[in-house]
């Protein structure tokens, strides 16, 4: 490993913020007991919000954000890993108070460390990524409570982003009836290639309503949160589930306890960044088995370096990106 490596390193004072390139060193790395060499890292939307000025993600400046890595193990000192090991690192405090994988280098306690599975590239995995992974935990837990496809269809909401696409691409390839919402028309036909047999808008899916409307849906992934989510609990069917994942139309929403106490409906909270190890490296695997999305590379929307990411972060907040954003460091 060279002396010094590059990163894209965010910096706040009390009257500037800087993002940008910059040359650290190993000992900038924070404490940890397996280094790696990242091949790989991906966008997601906290990524956005750790990278702008008042994102309220990173605790502590100057920091390196990045909550997904792929990489190679340069050194390690727990006897689990060793050199040249592939591996992926995602969750825990990664990219929110420990350096994150928007960097040539990456050092992080061995417990957060996951290895690669057979069946997985490193391009793969990180198009997978958080934001799969975090699929991957919706459509377990809706499993759990006893969504089958017989139940009738499961609608994703935010459908072009990256929880949302691979929920699709995932249910779908379960058999599945997949419908999707969307704020962008001209990305129907790839919601379609995704799975989505049937496409609603956004407005339709966020409108306000009567305590409880037409029951439509046997389960739901929601990316959304606000409005959404209240209108998910209106026209969710009997017994059936929301795995509440996002907030990217909102943290507050509105509902009465009909739905609950006349349809017994479940709200399932889905919580990526602590799941347990033990159903994280299950989970993992059957993101390369049963839950490995068909078209893995139509969902990546480009590459790019460590210099495009002020451009790439920016993009994700305003909800433009379709799919997921590689990053090469
Ligand atoms: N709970 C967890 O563990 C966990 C893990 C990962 C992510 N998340 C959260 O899940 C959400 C989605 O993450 P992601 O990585 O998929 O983000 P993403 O790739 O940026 O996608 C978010 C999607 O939400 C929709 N959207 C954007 N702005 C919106 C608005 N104002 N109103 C309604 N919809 C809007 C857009 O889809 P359309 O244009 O297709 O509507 C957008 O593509 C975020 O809130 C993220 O923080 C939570």
């Known amino acids: 490993m060279a002396e010094s490596f590059r990163a ?25 007991e397996v280094l790696i060499q990242v091949v790989y890292s991906g966008i997601n939307y906290k990524d956005g919000l750790a990278s702008a000025p008042n994102g309220q993600v990173v605790r502590k400046y100057p920091f390196v954000p990045g909550i997904d890595l792929a990489g190679r193990v340069v050194e390690s000192s727990d006897k689990k890993f060793r050199e040249n090991d592939e591996v992926i690192v995602t969750s825990y405090n990664l990219g929110v108070s420990h350096y994150g994988g928007f960097s040539e280098y990456a050092r992080v306690p061995a417990a957060w460390v996951v290895p690669l599975p057979r069946n997985l590239t490193l391009g793969e995995a990180m198009t997978i990524g958080t934001a799969g992974f975090t699929a991957s935990l919706a459509v377990h837990k809706l499993e759990v409570n006893g969504l089958k496809p017989a139940n009738g269809p499961v609608l994703i909401t935010g459908a072009t982003g990256g929880v949302g ?39 339709e899916v966020s409108a306000e309503g009567k305590p409880l409307e037409k029951e439509r849906w046997a389960a739901s992934v929601d990316a959304v949160g606000g409005n959404t989510l209240a ?65 893995l590379a139509g969902m990546v929307e480009r590459e790019i370096s460590l210099e495009d990411l002020p451009e790439a972060t920016g993009q994700v907040l305003s909800g433009k990106v379709r799919g997921r954003i590689l990053v090469k460091p």
């Open 8 to 32: 894209f390193v965010v910096n706040k004072t009390e009257d500037a913020f800087e993002a940008g390139v910059k040359e650290l060193s190993r000992a900038d790395l924070p404490a940890g």
């Open 165 to 203: 696409g691979h929920a699709i691409s995932m249910l779908s390839n379960l058999g599945y009836t997949v419908a999707a919402s969307t704020g962008k028309e001209s990305e129907h036909a790839y919601l379609e290639s995704l799975g989505a047999s049937e496409i609603l808008s956004r407005d």
């Open 231 to 295: 209108y998910l609990i209106r026209s969710t069917k009997y017994s059936g589930s929301i795995a509440a994942i996002g907030n990217t139309g909102g943290p507050k929403f509105s509902a009465t306890v009909f739905p609950f106490i006349l349809r017994g409906i479940n709200l399932l909270g889905i919580d990526s960044v602590s799941c347990p190890m033990e159903l994280r490296l299950n989970l993992w695997k059957r993101l390369a088995s049963d839950l490995k999305p068909k078209n």
